[in-house]
C-alpha cells in the first residue's frame, strides 16, 4: 500500500533471492536470503496515469526499460529482506507520486524594515569609525 488511494497487488511485483554477502556464518552459502524486488512503473495498471506519468519523471534515473529495482540484503531471514524491501518501495514510490509543492510568491522587504537595517548599518560604521580616530598612541 503506498497511499489511502494507490496499492500496488502482489501480482505487479516481481521477487528474486540469491545468496546475500554479509552475516550469516556458514548459514550464508546456502541460504538464499538476498532480494531483488522489481516493479515496472511504465506498464502498471495501479497507477493512475498522472501519478504514473510522475514516478517515471522522479525515478527517471532508478529505471531500467521502465522498471524499478530494490535489492535488500541487511537482515539474514528472507522475510525481513522481503519486508525491508517492500517498505523501501513503498517509501519511493510515496515521494515520486507526491505532488510538487507548492511555488513560492516572491515577497519584498517592508521600508521600515529596510530603514531599520540601513540604519544599525550606519550606527555600526559610526561605531566602528570612532573607535578608528580615538585610538592613537
Known amino acids: 500500500m503506498i497511499s ?4 500496488i497487488p502482489g501480482s505487479e511485483l516481481r521477487e528474486r533471492f540469491s545468496r546475500s554477502s554479509g552475516p550469516g556464518g556458514q548459514g550464508v552459502n546456502t541460504a538464499d536470503s538476498r532480494v531483488e524486488l522489481s516493479y515496472d512503473v511504465e506498464r502498471s495498471q495501479a497507477l493512475p496515469e498522472p501519478l504514473r ?3 517515471l519523471a522522479h525515478l527517471a534515473n532508478r529505471l531500467t526499460d521502465g522498471v524499478l529495482t530494490i535489492a535488500a ?3 539474514r531471514a528472507q522475510l525481513a529482506n522481503r519486508e525491508a524491501a517492500r517498505a523501501r518501495l ?8 507526491a505532488p510538487p509543492p507548492p511555488t513560492r510568491r ?32
Open 73 to 75: 540484503s541487511e537482515h
Open 106 to 137: 516572491p515577497t519584498r522587504i517592508s521600508k521600515g524594515a529596510q530603514a531599520r537595517r540601513l540604519e544599525s548599518k550606519r550606527h555600526r560604521s559610526a561605531l566602528k569609525q570612532t573607535r578608528r580616530s580615538g585610538h592613537s598612541d
Open 4 to 7: 489511502e488511494h494507490v496499492v
Open 90 to 97: 513503498a517509501a519511493l514510490l510515496r515521494t515520486a507520486i
Open 53 to 55: 506519468l510522475r514516478a
